[in-house]
């Protein structure tokens, strides 16, 4: 864990500093809604004496810290940049970028009448179990959970198993779609129980501006992007970023395999 606060060359100073290496964190850094192992933060730190690394993830930064961060460190101090709601919420080095709100961006009239309906819908739903906070409210973005962010361990993953089966969130996402077509919102399917929706283009390659503006700020520039992530298939939530052009995408099955993956290609 100490090597996880240890002192780091500047990013212009790095031996690959025109790499960076940027991870979903769900399936990626931890296990769905755990913490962090040591050896995961242990390879973070050897590989961020090497390059830049970074964190992107959908939740905001408060779930992020009790996932990625310790009682003695934040977040923010164990990755070069952190970006929460796919870089709607961005650090660089511990201090806040600039960032973009949701509902600046679709109107409180608009807002209303869309969480209204997403209420009315999960009240029909025929599941297992429901629990609470079925809409989260986010900088960037809401998060819509059938089932309830208020499940435990064990109900997130019996959903997940249920949701494989029946596509409860695949069949409200297209009936979002189709009632909502002209507001401009992405729907996201991620983590084991819910989506998001956010603005066309608030995905995670929102983040990307941030990488690319290191260009002014430090002179770095980031010719090389790896993004690693779980959910890189179409519809998930890190395929647009991996499938972007200005990344090399990495699809894991698990925080073992990123661990795997980032040793082989690194040599640590």
């Given at each position: 864990?100490?090597?996880?606060?240890?002192?780091?060359?500047?990013?212009?100073?790095?031996?690959?500093?025109?790499?960076?290496?940027?991870?979903?964190?769900?399936?990626?850094?931890?296990?769905?809604?755990?913490?962090?192992?040591?050896?995961?933060?242990?390879?973070?730190?050897?590989?961020?004496?090497?390059?830049?690394?970074?964190?992107?993830?959908?939740?905001?930064?408060?779930?992020?810290?009790?996932?990625?961060?310790?009682?003695?460190?934040?977040?923010?101090?164990?990755?070069?940049?952190?970006?929460?709601?796919?870089?709607?919420t961005a650090f660089r080095m511990g201090v806040p970028l600039p960032s973009s709100s949701f509902i600046a961006w679709l109107g409180e009239t608009t807002y209303k009448k869309f969480v209204n309906w997403i209420l009315v819908y999960i009240a029909g739903l025929d599941i297992p179990i429901k629990r609470g906070t079925f809409v989260e409210f986010r900088n960037g973005m809401v998060n819509i959970s059938p089932v309830g962010r208020n499940a435990s361990i064990q109900e997130r993953e019996d959903f997940e198993a249920y949701d494989k089966v029946h596509g409860v969130r695949k069949t409200m996402v297209e009936a979002l779609r189709k009632e909502f077509p002209d507001i401009g919102l992405t729907f996201s399917i991620g983590g084991q129980i819910s989506f998001d929706a956010f603005p066309t283009g608030w995905d995670k390659t929102f983040c990307l501006k941030h990488v690319e503006a290191e260009r002014e700020r430090s002179g770095v520039v980031y010719e090389t992007v790896h993004f690693f992530g779980d959910k890189c298939y179409e519809g998930g939530n890190d395929w647009e970023i991996f499938d972007d052009k200005r990344t090399i995408g990495h699809a894991v099955k698990d925080p073992d395999d990123t661990y795997a993956q980032v040793k082989k290609i690194f040599g640590l």
């Amino acid at each position: 864990m100490a090597e996880a606060g240890a002192v780091y060359p500047p990013l212009e100073a790095r031996p690959l500093k025109n790499t960076i290496c940027l991870f979903d964190v769900d399936n990626t850094l931890t296990l769905p809604r755990r913490t962090v192992t040591p050896e995961m933060l242990s390879l973070l730190s050897a590989l961020r004496h090497k390059c830049a690394i970074g964190f992107v993830g959908g939740s905001n930064l408060v779930k992020q810290q009790e996932q990625l961060g310790t009682p003695s460190l934040p977040v923010t101090s164990l990755f070069d940049f952190s970006f929460a709601e796919n870089g709607l919420t961005a650090f660089r080095m511990g201090v806040p970028l600039p960032s973009s709100s949701f509902i600046a961006w679709l109107g409180e009239t608009t807002y209303k009448k869309f969480v209204n309906w997403i209420l009315v819908y999960i009240a029909g739903l025929d599941i297992p179990i429901k629990r609470g906070t079925f809409v989260e409210f986010r900088n960037g973005m809401v998060n819509i959970s059938p089932v309830g962010r208020n499940a435990s361990i064990q109900e997130r993953e019996d959903f997940e198993a249920y949701d494989k089966v029946h596509g409860v969130r695949k069949t409200m996402v297209e009936a979002l779609r189709k009632e909502f077509p002209d507001i401009g919102l992405t729907f996201s399917i991620g983590g084991q129980i819910s989506f998001d929706a956010f603005p066309t283009g608030w995905d995670k390659t929102f983040c990307l501006k941030h990488v690319e503006a290191e260009r002014e700020r430090s002179g770095v520039v980031y010719e090389t992007v790896h993004f690693f992530g779980d959910k890189c298939y179409e519809g998930g939530n890190d395929w647009e970023i991996f499938d972007d052009k200005r990344t090399i995408g990495h699809a894991v099955k698990d925080p073992d395999d990123t661990y795997a993956q980032v040793k082989k290609i690194f040599g640590l």
